[in-house]
């Protein structure tokens, strides 16, 4: 598939797409870096799970795609993601981690209408508000990236899914920034 930049390479990534502008680029891998992988309540599997949900929310496949094939190395059950879209009450999801992808799923589709209802949600869950502002930092991140693939017209497959996945699990966000030099 190819998109819809002319200098990009067929089946681009969005590794490609942040060459186009190298110092913006690097902030958003250290931005990566910074809310994927530092210290967080929410380990790495469950934030990469966050995005890959996100973005299923947001259909935009290449990011969907990419992270919950890394979600999936963290441990992330086959097929929960999917069943989390169709049906996040109905989903095995950890009775601790619902809220939090409630209010990741609200956030993404109506973020006007957030409340303090949703936030004490999270809270009564027994997560704090460092917890939550992660979570809330890998909604928004991914929101933008979303849009940053999609208005590049970036899409990717299942082989590149899987390779970007086993890469990000293996070796994080960082390594990125070598493409960008």
């Not at 996040?88 to 009775?95: C, I, S, T």
Request: glycine letters at 8%.
């Amino acid at each position: 598939v190819m998109p819809f930049f002319p200098s990009l390479p067929e089946n681009a990534g969005v590794r490609h797409a942040m060459r186009l502008d190298p110092e913006a680029g690097r902030a958003l891998i250290a931005l990566h870096t910074a809310v994927m992988r530092a210290p967080s309540a929410l380990t790495p599997g469950e934030r990469e799970l966050i995005a890959a949900y996100v973005s299923a929310l947001n259909q935009c496949g290449y990011c969907h795609g990419v992270h919950a094939a890394t979600a999936r190395r963290f441990g992330i059950a086959e097929g929960l993601l999917e069943s989390m879209v169709a049906d996040l009450d109905a989903a095995a999801v950890p009775d601790r981690l619902r809220p939090i992808l409630a209010y990741a799923r609200k956030l993404t589709r109506t973020p006007s209408r957030m409340t303090a209802a949703d936030a004490r949600a999270v809270f009564a869950a027994g997560w704090d508000e460092r917890a939550l502002h992660d979570a809330i930092q890998v909604v928004c991140l991914f929101n933008f990236m979303n849009r940053f693939a999609e208005g590049h017209g970036i899409a990717g497959d299942p082989s590149v899914f899987e390779e970007r996945g086993r890469q990000l699990a293996e070796g994080g966000y960082e390594p990125l920034r070598k493409l960008l030099e």
